[in-house]
């Protein structure tokens, strides 16, 4: 599985896509709010590499965790046609 965004393409495994979907589902861009310097608000997201993480304004947020879902939706899909 791989998620491309801004420049950024990570590639999981199924288990890999299954762990990140968990440790990231519940998050809410309010409790990880910060400011960039030009006031605008983001979160950044840490990565297993420490030196990369991901930022994201509000929308962006949220459109992310739609194509998760997404995503997370095919892969059943997927699993359950090659099972």
Do not use: C
């Amino acid at each position: 599985m791989n998620i491309w965004r801004s420049g950024v393409l990570m590639n999981f495994s199924f288990e890999q896509f299954d762990a990140f979907y968990l440790a990231t589902k519940k998050l809410q861009f309010d409790d990880y709010l910060e400011n960039r310097p030009d006031g605008k608000e983001v979160v950044i997201l840490s990565t297993p590499f420490p030196d990369i993480s991901l930022v994201f304004t509000r929308d962006e947020w949220t459109d992310f965790f739609i194509i998760i879902d997404e995503a997370l939706y095919m892969k059943r899909v997927y699993e359950l046609v090659h099972s």
